[in-house]
């Protein structure tokens, strides 16, 4: 099998691996106990959120969450004052907005042109006093667009608000800029475990708790923590920083190898120019995604979010950049990283072009 859905998730590092095989045997010990084993599980669980912190912003704590679903929720639902974020948002973002405007916060959501950029002018419009948070992608999970998140955090703040940034597919891969006051993370999208999320919130910034019955994170989250994720969150926070220049030249080769090899009959979805290369997100007119997905048991890659997967409906992210719906689900997402080999892209895309031509022929 080859892997190609890095989106979704990416496979778990030996060193991730290694690190929390201990927290499963010998150092089990609950983290907020007061004995030796707890005062052991307690200081791995500090080890982890140094090294996962090390990645955000200076100025600011860090508090693991179950998610980065969760911690998405937590920051939206416990700012103030109305919302406004970006139409090509992940759900999790675009739910929680709509669901914090049935308690009577007002919420904007900003379209986006063909490249699935936001227009910074529509923004400043919608980002006025009185709104308490704007919240947006630093590259989106499905077309791999990279958003002006600097430009728009300056924004926020000049109307007196929160910016909230979804780092989860662009953390340990692009900087976040240092002007964010909130960043939501995951593991699992860096080689580490699924089951585990941050938080990462700026000195100064208070927001409600999302789950309450204990405050064992300093910023307001409850519940007893896994040292044994945290471990591994923190060794794959830590190999993101240590091999980021050898991951970005690999990036950037399987991307050239697959956009030459793929041809011009694919067309690129979203900005080409600002996009994060692991992104490889396109369309083929006349191509049943779902059908070619099916066809290609060998290969696995997907047509958009694993989350939306079932839906049945055409990506909004797609929709939202202007795509017929013919196009969306004519459109692939292919995913690569660290242990996609430039191998396995030319295999795929050979696979791929021949699934495709195979469609087309019977179609005619």
Same mark, same amino acid.
């Given at each position: 099998?080859?892997?190609?859905?890095?989106?979704?998730?990416?496979?778990?590092?030996?060193?991730?691996?290694?690190? !929390?095989?201990?927290? $499963?045997?010998? /150092?089990?010990?609950?983290?907020?106990?007061?004995?030796?084993?707890?005062?052991?599980?307690?200081?791995?669980?500090?080890?982890?959120?140094? @090294?996962?912190?090390?990645?955000?912003?200076?100025?600011?704590?860090?508090?693991?969450?179950?998610?980065?679903?969760?911690?998405?929720?937590?920051?939206?639902?416990?700012?103030?004052? =109305?919302?406004?974020?970006?139409?090509?948002?992940?759900?999790?973002?675009?739910?929680?907005?709509?669901?914090?405007?049935?308690?009577?916060?007002?919420?904007?959501?900003?379209?986006?042109?063909?490249?699935? $950029?936001?227009?910074?002018?529509?923004?400043?419009?919608?980002?006025?006093?009185?709104?308490?948070?704007?919240?947006? !992608?630093?590259?989106?999970?499905?077309?791999? +667009?990279? @958003?002006?998140?600097?430009?728009?955090?300056?924004?926020?703040?000049?109307?007196?608000?929160?910016?909230?940034?979804?780092?989860?597919? %662009?953390?340990?891969?692009?900087?976040?800029?240092?002007?964010?006051?909130?960043?939501?993370?995951?593991?699992?999208?860096?080689?580490?475990?699924? %089951?585990? =999320?941050?938080?990462?919130?700026?000195? &100064?910034?208070?927001?409600?708790?999302?789950?309450?019955?204990?405050? @064992?994170?300093?910023?307001?989250?409850?519940?007893?923590?896994?040292? !044994?994720?945290?471990? =591994?969150?923190?060794?794959?926070?830590? $190999? !993101?920083?240590?091999?980021?220049?050898?991951?970005?030249?690999?990036?950037?080769?399987?991307?050239?190898?697959?956009?030459?090899?793929?041809?011009?009959?694919?067309?690129?979805?979203?900005?080409?120019?600002?996009?994060?290369?692991?992104?490889?997100?396109?369309?083929?007119?006349? +191509?049943?995604?779902? /059908?070619?997905?099916?066809?290609?048991? &060998?290969?696995?890659?997907?047509?958009?979010?694993?989350?939306?997967?079932?839906?049945? /409906?055409?990506?909004?992210?797609?929709?939202?950049?202007? $795509?017929?719906?013919?196009?969306?689900?004519?459109?692939?997402?292919?995913?690569? %990283?660290?242990?996609?080999?430039?191998?396995?892209?030319?295999?795929?895309? &050979?696979?791929?072009?021949?699934?495709?031509? /195979? @469609?087309?022929?019977?179609?005619?």
């Amino acid at each position: 099998m080859i892997y190609l859905d890095y989106q979704a998730t990416t496979p778990v590092a030996p060193e991730v691996r290694a690190a !929390m095989l201990p927290y $499963l045997d010998e /150092r089990f010990g609950n983290p907020h106990s007061p004995h030796r084993m707890g005062r052991e599980a307690a200081a791995a669980v500090e080890v982890a959120r140094e @090294q996962v912190a090390a990645l955000c912003p200076k100025g600011g704590s860090l508090a693991f969450t179950g998610s980065a679903t969760e911690a998405l929720n937590w920051a939206i639902k416990g700012s103030k004052g =109305g919302i406004v974020t970006i139409a090509t948002e992940h759900a999790a973002v675009l739910d929680s907005a709509r669901a914090a405007g049935r308690t009577g916060r007002d919420v904007r959501i900003l379209p986006v042109g063909s490249d699935g $950029l936001v227009d910074l002018d529509a923004a400043r419009a919608a980002i006025t006093p009185g709104v308490g948070l704007v919240a947006a !992608m630093l590259v989106n999970n499905e077309i791999g +667009v990279i @958003q002006p998140v600097k430009e728009l955090a300056d924004l926020a703040h000049a109307a007196g608000a929160l910016f909230l940034c979804d780092a989860v597919q %662009g953390y340990g891969r692009l900087p976040i800029p240092d002007n964010v006051d909130l960043v939501a993370i995951a593991a699992h999208k860096i080689h580490g475990p699924k %089951g585990i =999320g941050a938080l990462w919130v700026r000195d &100064g910034v208070t927001i409600e708790p999302l789950l309450h019955g204990g405050g @064992q994170e300093a910023a307001g989250r409850s519940g007893t923590l896994a040292p !044994m994720l945290c471990a =591994g969150f923190g060794a794959a926070a830590e $190999l !993101m920083h240590e091999r980021a220049e050898e991951d970005a030249a690999h990036l950037d080769r399987l991307w050239q190898i697959a956009t030459q090899r793929l041809g011009p009959e694919w067309t690129i979805n979203g900005s080409f120019a600002h996009r994060y290369h692991g992104n490889l997100n396109l369309h083929c007119d006349g +191509v049943d995604a779902a /059908r070619l997905i099916s066809d290609l048991r &060998g290969l696995a890659f997907s047509a958009g979010s694993a989350c939306a997967s079932g839906s049945g /409906r055409p990506s909004h992210v797609l929709k939202a950049i202007g $795509l017929s719906d013919a196009e969306a689900r004519s459109s692939i997402r292919l995913g690569f %990283g660290r242990y996609t080999s430039e191998e396995d892209i030319e295999k795929a895309a &050979g696979m791929i072009l021949e699934a495709a031509e /195979r @469609q087309l022929m019977w179609a005619v």
